[in-house]
């Protein structure tokens, strides 16, 4: 733990960023809410890479297995009006090896447009999305993009304004949390475009 | 709410196991005993089938109603939970509408949804909403 102090402290104070030992995201995003109270520790927060006010930071959490990620959270505060909600998750990902009730909310439909995008993540939204929207804004070029560019394992979650790139890792290094804001930015930035148009 | 893995598990579960007691040849009141336990789970097995089939006709209308509804925008004016089901908030919204072609007005609209998003429902946000053209009173939140 005490190396993961170091890498985010070094991060922090390379990018100019503040230093936090802990930053309590809440309960923003579906893996945020997996972890309990979205506690990231420790954590930098300012202008990350990319381009962006977030925050970076590691989430660790226990739900029968040990789980843990390095995560950027930054805002697109008038995404909501156009996409409530868009999850592109690592194919295979697991955030939880438990699953007890036979009745869930209806609250998602998988976007199976783009093979490419769906070789590598398991993309849903609203089972209401706007689906001009949603291809308009997964143009042909961010599909390239988020195909091959992002970090080996790079998924995103935006929920009502609140985007949150992760990665899987035990301990990054500082070469991986800036590729993770620059992805994560990158992602802000395409969607946050495309509400504005 | 939507049938997951699980609950097919659960029915298929309840449903084979509650049969095979119901008729599993066993004589005396061990049998009568293990025939009223079939029965109870193969009751309980019917029932979840049912309750399925109603949410599988209710979710097909909704999508009727996001394909064929005018879209117009719902800002949450309150939004609060007294419920769960299943873990999830059973969320009660109070919604100003804005509809193309129709009075702007302000509804009541109950909604399981999971934790992330019932947190996030607070006054301000502006979602997205689609009303059936015959009925204004059917409409699809995009949540």
Redesign the interface.
Known sequence: MADLDATYSSFAAAHGLEALSAYPAGSLTPLLVEAGNGQLSPAARGRIPGDVNGVVGHLAYTRNATFRFSVALTEIPGSTEFVPRLFCIRRGRRTRDDEFYGFEARHSKLWTESTKLNERYTVSTSPFQDPNWLRQMLSPAFIDWLASEPPEDFSFELAYGALLGSVEEDYPDATGIEALCRATAHVAERIRKECEE | ???????????AFFGLIGLGMVVAPIPGEAGWILKSIGVIWFLVAGG?YF??RG?KRK?AH??WV?QNGI?G?ATIVKAGSNAT????PLMKLTLDLDVPGQNPRQISKRQ??????A??MEPG????V?VNPQDPDDL????
Do not use: H
Not at chain 2, 1 to 11: A, D, E, F, K, V
Not at chain 2, 85 to 88: D, R
Not at chain 2, 125 to 128: A, F, N, Y
């Open positions: 709410m939507q049938l997951n893995r699980t609950g097919i598990g659960l029915i979840l309750f399925a949410q979710a909704q999508d996001f879209r925008r089901v299943n873990e999830m399981v949804m999971p934790v992330f998003a947190m996030r946000i502006v979602l997205p689609y699809v939140l995009v949540w």
